[in-house]
């Protein structure tokens, strides 16, 4: 196993350990190896590679296929997209002549439908001095805008924590709550957080504002203030129905 290539793929895993898992990263370059399936057994055992390769697997083939099976997060993308041969391989061999497939891109399996496309160009290698192809893959990127979870607040009646009746049905209903206050199984903290927490949802349940009540309404316009209001209108439609002395007195006082 040569030295290099090992530490190159060492220093490699090193990077990809220090990235969030969350994060999309591509990883491209000329690894020098080639991927193809050898045999019907390492088809079956191996999902990194597509089914479109031009070469068999080699020593570093092996290695870059471990690396994306290691970490369950990598493809060897360029084997996904069926093209031309002149349009799959990226170096020929100055000995055989023959092309090769040794340039590669690499994703996290889970950005895998954000790859549309993967290929080489020829005669942009020239114009920069290197014998391998220009390599280009198309991206499209699937943004999701996250929601940002607001609790809803709970308004507590004021005429309700006024009223009798209602903190009665309060204290009544947490007293069983008090159980776990002699509970030696719990904690001190874990007998607070309970506490609290029943306290919260039976003031929910008892002493919140209805739905169906005018938000609207001030503190001091009580039930009361309500009952005076509607005898008093309906005082003034009796004078002004009858116009009576009496009548009069009355939506008077």
Excluded at 66 to 95: A, E, R
Excluded at 227 to 236: D, G, L, Q, R
Excluded at 245 to 250: D, R, S, V
Aim: proline letters at 2%; glycine letters at 4%.
């Amino acid at each position: 196993m040569n030295d290099d290539s090992q530490n190159f793929y060492n220093d490699l895993q090193d990077v990809i350990n220090r990235i969030p898992t969350e994060d999309m990263y591509i990883i491209m370059g000329d690894f020098n190896a080639r991927v193809g399936w050898n045999n019907q057994q390492q088809q079956n055992l191996s999902n990194s590679i597509g089914p479109y390769t031009v070469d068999i697997t080699n020593e570093n083939g092996e290695k870059l296929i471990d690396l994306c099976t290691i970490n369950n997060l990598l493809i060897v993308t360029n084997t996904f997209f069926k093209h031309k041969l002149v349009h799959q391989t990226s170096w020929m061999h100055p000995g055989n002549k023959q092309w090769h497939m040794i340039d590669y891109t690499l994703v996290n399996k889970k950005f895998r439908s954000s790859i549309e496309d993967c290929r080489m160009y020829r005669k942009a290698a020239g114009a920069i001095g290197t014998d391998h192809h220009l390599m280009r893959i198309k991206i499209k990127l699937h943004f999701r805008s996250r929601r940002k979870m607001v609790q809803k607040k709970v308004v507590y009646d004021p005429i309700k924590m006024k009223n009798d009746n209602a903190l009665k049905q309060f204290q009544k209903d947490l007293i069983p709550t008090l159980s776990d206050a002699t509970d030696k199984t719990i904690s001190i903290d874990e007998k607070y957080d309970r506490f609290v927490e029943h306290m919260k949802t039976n003031a929910e349940k008892i002493l919140k504002i209805d739905k169906n009540r005018n938000r609207k309404r001030k503190e001091w316009l009580t039930d009361e203030i309500l009952e005076i209001v509607e005898k008093k209108a309906t005082a003034f439609v009796n004078w002004q129905n009858h116009r009576g002395t009496k009548l009069e007195i009355e939506y008077a006082n």
